[in-house]
């Protein structure tokens, strides 16, 4: 029973390593969506960076998949429009909390930030009240 908490356990501390690796060696926060953002830019070194980055996360799955055989994948009984929907409204959260988890909940919480506090809450809170919508008025499980 142990066993099945261990790659949660095991990512949680990989994330957290990642994100005070990438504080301490260059100083900025390890949010994903601001990675992303930053696709953007015309800075080669940042855009180095941050493909780098977002190569080393979609490596670490792949590696994780490969020695355990355990892959993420969508829930077949979600629809495909619903997961869709999930999709750009995550999109909208993090642009208007200027932020996605990985950078409030992993390092603004870290650092002690209020703003990252009210965002993590209203992740969260939101987070419930969708479950609860999707499985108990929806009827999707």
């Known amino acids: 029973m142990l066993t099945s908490y261990l790659p949660p356990l095991a990512g949680g501390v990989l994330i957290g390593a990642s994100a005070v690796v990438l504080m301490l060696f260059n100083g900025r926060v390890a949010g994903v969506?601001?990675?992303?953002?930053?696709l953007f830019t015309r800075d080669s070194f940042a855009l180095a960076e941050r493909?780098?980055?977002l190569a080393a996360l979609v490596a670490g799955a792949a590696l994780v998949e490969q020695w355990?055989?355990?892959?993420?994948?969508?829930?077949?009984?979600f629809p495909a429009w619903l997961l869709a929907m999930a999709g750009v409204l995550v999109g909208f959260g993090t642009a208007l909390a200027r932020g996605c988890t990985s950078g409030h909940g992993v390092c603004g919480l870290a650092r002690g930030s209020l703003r990252s506090l009210v965002a993590v809450l209203v992740f969260v809170a939101v987070a419930m009240l969708t479950t609860f919508v999707v499985r108990h008025v929806w009827g999707i499980a």
Do not use: Q
């Not at 355990?68 to 009984?77: D, E, N, Q, V, Y």
């Open 68 to 77: 355990t055989g355990m892959s993420p994948s969508a829930r077949p009984a």
């Open 33 to 38: 969506s601001g990675m992303v953002r930053g």
């Open 51 to 53: 493909l780098l980055f």
